[in-house]
């Protein structure tokens, strides 16, 4: 047994294409795309008047929560809770009573990337400005702080290790399972719920749509719209949710014989300073790749041993620069290159909670076995067509796969990876 | 309308904020918000802008410190409202 070893033994999430496990698995081997039209876009004049959003989220909140319970919340805490809620019963773990002893070897990292803009826009924004600060409520502060969904979570759950909201941008969902996983290894916590979430908001698109990052001619067909490695890829599609995953040290979770998805065998967080190329908006491509490397040295695995690659991929320019980077840090030809798909092309961009929910994939792919389709690239962008043999486009059986490597990029030229390696009991 | 209105209205207001809904069910005007309902002091603001929904009543900041007890909100609701539209 790996004296270091973490391992995921819990999983819920609140996606684009599926608010439980099950169906968020169905989905991805269907390559069932998320992202739908909404005419409140449309109405506010975006250019892109699309989004991948959580369908029926009303359903899944009420496995947990009554609607006061859920008016209490805002929609990003409340995806949050329920993924966590349901992270833990996957993990075979109850959910105590409100006046149970605190769980000390318990934490959670929940991040997030924007924050609860439709509270500030909605009430905080509106209400000051009509002087009416006194009609406001005590429900404001807890509402629009980061740290808002682990500190819902780690309340009802009694967690007494950490309760923190990390943020860095699109990278947030990917380092919070980076920092849970340190905090194991250090021996500060047994176990961590750990992932990430955002809202769905115009208010949080808005300055995306007017970075004119966004895609503006898919508004007919909003699920051809997210194209990760397209020649026709346009920009990142926006997207809400999150993902929630429960890492256990792998003492405690065979001790008390928890189902184990996969291994989180390697992490790495860095930052590319800006420099060398990179900028608020763009890789430093060394950094990158130091990331990569960081990742897989603290795995203890070769690039050889990569099967699959769980990218960033968000179907911008970046996509491109992103599998040259993979194929310099791994340092293999095209013809060796692993397997590569992006959940993006699904769900499209759940920023802060991406890295996460596409966690959630790979510990799914390595559990039971396949590869999910990355959609819309059935016309590979010319960079990448070198490693067209590589793109995941149809969903594969692939009972063989063993090391997945999965990686998220952010504004502020940051970046984190991890390295999933099946569980071998 | 009767200080008992006010005071069966004042109990349905406090239902989602009391920890422990058996206290509520045997409350009195003497019956404490915070330390016999287990209130959240945090809350209390929430409390006082649900009850001037309610009753059509403005409670300043002061007057919304003197309220401990049910007694106390009843006191303080049946003061604002206006005599001629409630005789009681």
């Given at each position: 047994?790996?004296?270091?070893?973490?391992?995921?033994?819990?999983?819920?999430?609140?996606?684009?294409?599926?608010?439980?496990?099950?169906?968020?698995?169905?989905?991805?081997?269907?390559?069932?795309?998320?992202?739908?039209?909404?005419?409140?876009?449309?109405?506010?004049?975006?250019?892109?008047?699309?989004?991948?959003?959580?369908?029926?989220?009303?359903?899944?909140?009420?496995?947990?929560?009554?609607?006061?319970?859920?008016?209490?919340?805002?929609?990003?805490?409340?995806?949050?809770?329920?993924?966590?809620?349901?992270?833990?019963?996957?993990?075979?773990?109850?959910?105590?009573?409100?006046?149970?002893?605190?769980?000390?070897?318990?934490?959670?990292?929940?991040?997030?990337?924007?924050?609860?803009?439709?509270?500030?826009?909605?009430?905080?924004?509106?209400?000051?400005?009509?002087?009416?600060?006194?009609?406001?409520?005590?429900?404001?502060?807890?509402?629009?702080?980061?740290?808002?969904?682990?500190?819902?979570?780690?309340?009802?759950?009694?967690?007494?290790?950490?309760?923190?909201?990390?943020?860095?941008?699109?990278?947030?969902?990917?380092?919070?399972?980076?920092?849970?996983?340190?905090?194991?290894?250090?021996?500060?916590?047994?176990?961590?719920?750990?992932?990430?979430?955002?809202?769905?908001?115009?208010?949080?698109?808005?300055?995306?749509?007017?970075?004119?990052?966004?895609?503006?001619?898919?508004?007919?067909?909003?699920?051809?719209?997210?194209?990760?490695?397209?020649?026709?890829?346009?920009?990142?599609?926006?997207?809400?949710?999150?993902?929630?995953?429960?890492?256990?040290?792998?003492?405690?979770?065979?001790?008390?014989?928890?189902?184990?998805?996969?291994?989180?065998?390697?992490?790495?967080?860095?930052?590319?300073?800006?420099?060398?190329?990179?900028?608020?908006?763009?890789?430093?491509?060394?950094?990158?790749?130091?990331?990569?490397?960081?990742?897989?040295?603290?795995?203890?695995?070769?690039?050889?041993?990569?099967?699959?690659?769980?990218?960033?991929?968000?179907?911008?320019?970046?996509?491109?620069?992103?599998?040259?980077?993979?194929?310099?840090?791994?340092?293999?030809?095209?013809?060796?290159?692993?397997?590569?798909?992006?959940?993006?092309?699904?769900?499209?961009?759940?920023?802060?909670?991406?890295?996460?929910?596409?966690?959630?994939?790979?510990?799914?792919?390595?559990?039971?076995?396949?590869?999910?389709?990355?959609?819309?690239?059935?016309?590979?962008?010319?960079?990448?067509?070198?490693?067209?043999?590589?793109?995941?486009?149809?969903?594969?059986?692939?009972?063989?796969?063993?090391?997945?490597?999965?990686?998220?990029?952010?504004?502020?030229?940051?970046?984190?990876?991890?390295?999933?390696?099946?569980?071998?009991? | 309308?009767?200080?008992?209105q006010v005071f069966d209205k004042m109990v349905e207001i406090l239902k989602p904020f009391v920890k422990d809904p058996a206290a509520l069910a045997n409350a009195d005007k003497d019956t404490h918000l915070i330390d016999d309902l287990k209130v959240n002091s945090a809350r209390m603001v929430d409390i006082i802008i649900e009850s001037e929904d309610a009753f059509e009543v403005e409670i300043d900041d002061d007057e919304a410190d003197s309220i401990e007890t049910i007694g106390d909100a009843v006191r303080v609701i049946m003061g604002?409202?206006?005599?001629?539209?409630?005789?009681?």
């Amino acid at each position: 047994m790996d004296s270091r070893g973490v391992v995921i033994t819990g999983l819920g999430v609140v996606s684009p294409i599926g608010n439980d496990v099950g169906e968020f698995m169905e989905s991805l081997k269907q390559g069932r795309s998320g992202v739908c039209f909404l005419q409140e876009l449309a109405e506010l004049k975006f250019s892109c008047c699309i989004a991948g959003t959580p369908k029926n989220f009303e359903k899944a909140r009420e496995r947990h929560f009554n609607e006061r319970q859920a008016s209490l919340m805002t929609e990003a805490t409340a995806y949050a809770a329920v993924a966590a809620l349901d992270a833990w019963r996957d993990a075979g773990l109850e959910i105590p009573e409100p006046d149970s002893p605190v769980d000390w070897d318990t934490g959670a990292i929940i991040g997030t990337g924007i924050g609860d803009m439709e509270t500030i826009a909605q009430r905080i924004v509106p209400m000051v400005n009509d002087k009416k600060v006194r009609r406001m409520g005590s429900r404001i502060v807890e509402q629009v702080m980061n740290s808002g969904a682990s500190a819902k979570v780690s309340g009802i759950l009694g967690l007494g290790a950490q309760a923190t909201a990390n943020s860095s941008a699109c990278s947030t969902g990917t380092e919070a399972v980076a920092e849970a996983v340190w905090k194991i290894r250090a021996g500060l916590a047994k176990r961590m719920v750990v992932g990430g979430t955002e809202g769905p908001s115009p208010y949080t698109w808005s300055g995306f749509d007017a970075m004119k990052v966004l895609p503006r001619k898919f508004n007919d067909r909003p699920e051809t719209a997210s194209r990760p490695m397209s020649a026709t890829a346009a920009g990142f599609v926006p997207g809400a949710g999150a993902g929630i995953l429960i890492l256990e040290d792998e003492q405690t979770a065979l001790e008390r014989g928890a189902r184990i998805y996969a291994k989180v065998a390697g992490v790495h967080v860095n930052c590319g300073g800006q420099r060398n190329g990179g900028a608020m908006t763009a890789p430093n491509n060394q950094g990158v790749r130091r990331c990569i490397h960081g990742a897989l040295q603290d795995a203890g695995v070769q690039p050889k041993d990569i099967d699959s690659i769980s990218g960033h991929l968000t179907a911008t320019f970046a996509d491109p620069i992103e599998v040259q980077n993979w194929a310099k840090a791994l340092g293999v030809a095209p013809g060796d290159f692993p397997l590569i798909n992006s959940v993006k092309s699904m769900t499209g961009h759940c920023l802060g909670a991406a890295g996460a929910v596409e966690s959630i994939a790979a510990a799914l792919e390595l559990h039971h076995g396949f590869l999910h389709p990355s959609i819309n690239c059935e016309d590979i962008h010319p960079e990448i067509a070198p490693f067209e043999e590589k793109v995941v486009r149809k969903y594969t059986d692939y009972p063989e796969l063993q090391c997945l490597a999965k990686a998220s990029f952010g504004f502020g030229d940051v970046n984190s990876c991890l390295v999933f390696t099946k569980w071998n009991a | 309308m009767e200080l008992q209105q006010v005071f069966d209205k004042m109990v349905e207001i406090l239902k989602p904020f009391v920890k422990d809904p058996a206290a509520l069910a045997n409350a009195d005007k003497d019956t404490h918000l915070i330390d016999d309902l287990k209130v959240n002091s945090a809350r209390m603001v929430d409390i006082i802008i649900e009850s001037e929904d309610a009753f059509e009543v403005e409670i300043d900041d002061d007057e919304a410190d003197s309220i401990e007890t049910i007694g106390d909100a009843v006191r303080v609701i049946m003061g604002k409202m206006d005599p001629v539209a409630n005789p009681s």
